[in-house]
């Protein structure tokens, strides 16, 4: 029986990301996603119904469309797939409850989310402010740890911190340290993780991230022979590392020598920090609402994402872990 279920909610999964495609698409081109049915974007032929079935249609139409033959993005059928197992997992962690339906609805808009940052480097602005207002009524129902009032709080602080950092970026360097797209995903994580557990998944995301960026920095080092961004990355690890290392083993005791050290950090930081948001040359000086991010970096996006994903999974698991190794 519960098999049966769980396939029913692995289908439901596919359709449901067949209509991200649809929801992802439309975003990005503007278009209203609810009067036109689906054509092909070459020949224009609209569909048949049988040509519309999540995954199924993409691996009998061999990926391409069956009037013109033009290939068919794999973007349909890695978003359905996705979605399918995201539901099924999602089930078989929190059962047949409301929880589960909130967790898919917050899950496909993480996906569409993370689709359009990647595809285009863009976030459609109303993906995070449904997603803000899900994670309040999913506060208000009592379904969170948090109230409905610290969902409310945590998403109005996670957008504000992000729009000062970005601010406090574009103030050293002319490029937003954030993109605007960033401030919307912490609007909505905040929401959902409330402030204090929300700064724990912005730790995690900051070190996937990094953990992403580091070969395209090698990389790009090797390419460009900018080697101050190498230095100032090097730098920022080894700071944190230091830190990590004094705290834990309770290295350091004299209280003098140890605001001189974090004073000492603070600045090789933020001489770091202005060296990798500067190490591209504005042309001209922006206003701060078109200034751009720093794009030799990844999108920050997706690694929001990844990690909101793994705190909703792990988040007691990850504190432990933290409350073990600092304190
Ligand atoms: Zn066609």
Redesign the pocket.
Known sequence: MNSIIAFYIFIIGLCIGSFLNVVILRGLSGENFIISRSK??????QLKWYMNIPLISYIFLKGK??????KISVQYPIVEFITGCTFLILYLTFGFTFKTLFMCLFFSLFIAISTTDILETVIIDYHAYILAVLAVIYALFGLNDINTMQAVIGGVLGYIIFEILARIGYFISNFRMFGEGDSLIALGLGAIFGIKNFLITIILSILIQSLCAIPVLIINTYKKRDYRLSVSYILVLFSLFFVFIVNYFEIIKNSMIYLGIVILITMALLWSVKNILSSVKNKKELDFNEAKTHFSLLPFGPAMIISAVVCIFFLKQIKLFIHAFLF
């Not at 092909?40 to 032929?45: A, E, G, S, V, W």
């Not at 469309?65 to 033009?70: I, R, S, W, Y």
């Open positions: 092909c974007p070459k020949c224009n032929n469309c069956a009037f013109c033959g033009e």
